[in-house]
Structure formats: C-alpha cells, structure tokens
C-alpha cells in the first residue's frame, strides 16, 4: 500500500448522498430503538405483570445480540457482499419488531428482542463498510460526517418518541414504529445502494473464533449488568468467565493461519490502534451519560419521559451542528485537530455535572449538553475516516465490525462502572441524590481524559491509499 498526504478533495453528490441516506436509515432503527424501548420498560411490566428484574431482560437480551451480532458482520459482508447482508439484517429487524408487537408474555418479548438485536449488531458496522468502499478515501470523510450524527441523536429522540407513542398509542406501538422505517430502508436500498462484489467468496468461518468471541463478550456484559444490578455473584462469575474467553480468543487470533474472526493483529497496526482505544473510552464515557442524566432528570428531579427528552434535545442539537462543522473542514483540517478538540469539548461540557448538588440551573445544563453534542460529533467521524483511508478496501467490513463492536462493548462498560459507583455513592452520600449523581460525573471526567490520551497518538495527518 502506498500512500500520500494530501489530495483533491472529491464532490459528495446527489447519488452518493441518497445512498448515504438511505443506510442511514438502518443505523437510525437500531440506535434509537434500545432509547425508546427503555423509556416504555415500566409500561412493559405493568403489561405482562413482570417483576423489575424479569422486565429488565429486554434490554439487557437486546444488548447480548447486538453484542453477538457484531463480530460475525465483517465475515458476512466479506463473503455474502455487504449490500445483501445489509438488506437481510434489516429484515431480521423488522421480523423481530412484529414479532416482539405480537407477544404474549415477558418470556415471548425477551425471545423476540434477542433476534430483533441480532438484525440490529449487524446493520451499523455493514452500512458504514458499505458506505465507505462506495465512496473511497477522497469522500469517506465528509459522507460519513453525516451519518455520524445519527447515533448521537437516538439518546435526545428516543425518551421523545417513546414518551409520545405511549401517550397516543398502546405498547405495542413501541415496537411497529420501526415497521416503516424498515420498509422504506429495503425499497431506497434496492433502488440506490449498488451492488459490490464480495471481496473474499473464499474466505471460511473462522467458527473456533466465533464460539470464543461472541459467547465471551455476551458472558461478559451479562456479568457487568449484574454488578449495575448489585448481584456479587453472578457478576463475578461473569467477568471472569468472559474475560477468560476472550484471552482465549486473542490467544486464537494470533495463531491462527487464516482469517479470524476480528484479527487482534489489526490494533497494531497504525492507527487501528490508537483510534480503538480512543472509542472504546469514548463509548463507555457517552454512553455512561446517556445513562446518568436521563436517571438524574427522573429520579433527581421527577421529570418524566417527556421532560427529560426535552431537556436532552440541546446535545441533539449541538450534534447536528456540530456534524455541518466537520463535513466543512474535514477535507481542509487534520483528522486529529477534529478529534482533539471535540474531546476537550465533551470534558468541557462534562465538568459542570460534577456540579449538581449546587443547584445547576437548567439554562447551564443545556449550555453544557449543546457543548458536548458539539464536540462529540467531532470525534466519531474524523476517527472512521482516518481509519478508512488508510486500510485496504478488502479489510474495512472487518475494521468496520472491530471499531463498532469496542464502541458498544465501551459503551456497556461504562454504563456498568458508572451504575456500581452511582450505587456506592448514593450509600456514602446517606441518598443524597444530586450528590451521588456529582460524584459519579468526576468519573465520566476521569473517562473523558483517558479518551484524550488515546487521541494524541492519532496521526496528525489522513494518508489515503491508492486504487
């Protein structure tokens, strides 16, 4: 592979724009669903006459598949062609959104969530391999700035839309929301997406990795949903099986003479490296906040579903915004300026919830979440498009599937510690609420500055490959 340091920046048109819209749709679906799901849980166990405990499971089944999903994605777009698999992934979701409408029971809900979260692991990291080897390395960086805002807005969305459909629908509706989006997804898709030949027809599964990988990350999340449910036993079983599992999978990874199923040897290679574990932090950091504030908002403040929605909406805004920025400068700033400085921005937008138990005006709390909506719209992008333009095309499903796969296993992480330390402080703070909540943001703080350091070994420049 050689490379170059600068080129002409080439013209994102009409087609490729509609093309982008379109996959869009797909990554939309299966963000915004886990946030309006969640806002319904309490609907859902009065419904099915559940226990807490029982009705959390279709969130956290939702989250195993989307964890098991997404390592086989590389695989089968690799091998199938990322078009196809994409437009299959989206009929699985759709399936399981029927099907999960039509339960009759928690048990049924759960089993219908595990296969609507398999659709939903795949179509993110498909969509945008798809996306970028239909664009190339001149274009990646300024079409993925626009699909990338779109998982930033789903936390701002979701509690809005899930509040409003339970208030002009039955539950059911939480669920049949996602039966037109889905179905104009399919027929945009077959009209505009082009058909890309498989870059590997030969490549076999790698099945030792796959029992290693994806049963060992789902082990692994279930044990750190259990430490956020303060359950010591199952947790610890939990975390030390998954990451003993996964040891195992490295382990693999290395020796094997094929193609495993997400190659550990990628995160060597500059700057796969760098810019996974700059997500990976970044992920448990957003994430974690996306499930604080909300919390915060409900049980601090006694908002409901539908004011705490709207007291989100300036981090939406702040995205959007902050996605016009960066698909302006993209082609003209370095990669790395972009990602520096929308870390700095998400930490200057973090630091004031260290301040809640000082009575935080909401006019402060809005300036703050517009800041770190700015700022992570800065991040996600610049860090894909450094990555894309410096592999091979042959390896972007798989990096696709690696960097989409840290981000949600950050994602969960951070949730997970965040919940524990929240728990803890609410002890040591005698149910001081704003307190606790002050306390907790120190450590989205702490994350934050983590995810500053990965950035700084992100090359200052982007090399694009050559054809």
């Avoid at 037109?180 to 898709?189: D, F």
Wanted: positive net charge; contains cysteine.
């Amino acid at each position: 592979m050689t490379e170059k340091t600068a080129a002409p920046a080439e013209k994102v048109d009409g087609p490729l724009l509609r093309i982008a819209f379109t996959l869009v749709l797909g990554t939309f679906m299966a963000s915004i669903d886990a946030t309006i799901v969640s806002v319904g849980i309490d609907t859902l166990a009065d419904e099915f006459h559940a226990s807490l405990a029982e009705i959390q499971w279709v969130s956290t089944a939702y989250l195993l598949a989307v964890v098991t999903a997404v390592p086989a994605s590389g695989w089968l777009a690799d091998r199938l062609g990322g078009r196809r698999v994409w437009l299959v992934a989206v009929g699985v979701f759709l399936c399981g959104s029927a099907l999960c409408a039509l339960s009759w029971s928690v048990t049924s809900l759960i089993v219908f969530r595990v296969l609507q979260g398999l659709g939903a692991g795949v179509l993110p990291p498909t969509g945008q391999a798809l996306l970028a080897r239909i664009a190339g390395p001149a274009r990646t960086g300024r079409v993925i700035s626009v699909v990338a805002v779109v998982p930033l807005l789903s936390p701002v969305l979701g509690p809005l839309a899930g509040g409003a459909l339970l208030g002009a629908a039955s539950w059911p509706w939480l669920f049949l929301v996602n039966l037109p989006v889905g179905a104009a997804a399919i027929l945009l898709a077959r009209r505009h997406v082009p058909v890309l030949e498989p870059t590997s027809r030969r490549a076999a599964f790698d099945v030792r990795g796959a029992v290693l990988l994806s049963p060992g990350l789902a082990v692994l999340v279930f044990g750190l949903t259990e430490v956020a449910h303060g359950n010591t036993a199952a947790a610890t079983v939990g975390v030390s099986a998954g990451l003993l599992v996964l040891a195992g999978f490295v382990l693999h990874g290395l020796r094997t003479r094929g193609t495993p199923l997400i190659d550990p040897r990628l995160f060597t290679r500059p700057p796969l490296g760098a810019a996974a574990l700059a997500l990976l932090v970044l992920g448990a950091s957003v994430f974690g906040t996306t499930f604080l504030l909300p919390l915060y908002f409900q049980s601090g403040r006694g908002l409901s579903a539908w004011g705490t929605g709207l007291l989100l909406a300036p981090q939406g805004l702040g995205a959007a915004a902050g996605s016009v920025l960066v698909n302006r400068t993209i082609d003209k700033v370095a990669p790395r300026t972009l990602v520096v400085t929308g870390v700095t921005l998400v930490l200057a937008g973090t630091v004031p919830f260290t301040q809640l138990d000082h009575g935080l005006p909401d006019t402060a709390i809005a300036l703050a979440l517009l800041l770190r909506g700015f700022g992570m719209a800065m991040i996600g992008a610049p860090v894909m498009n450094i990555v894309y333009s410096r592999i091979e095309p042959q390896q972007i499903a798989r990096a696709s599937g690696a960097l989409n796969l840290l981000n949600t296993v950050g994602g969960s992480l951070g949730t997970a510690a965040l919940a524990v330390v929240l728990q803890d402080r609410l002890g040591a703070r005698h149910q001081d609420v704003p307190a606790a909540f002050a306390d907790t943001f120190w450590w989205v703080v702490g994350l934050g500055l983590l995810a500053a350091a990965g950035t700084t070994r992100l090359p200052r420049t982007r090399a694009l490959r050559r054809a």
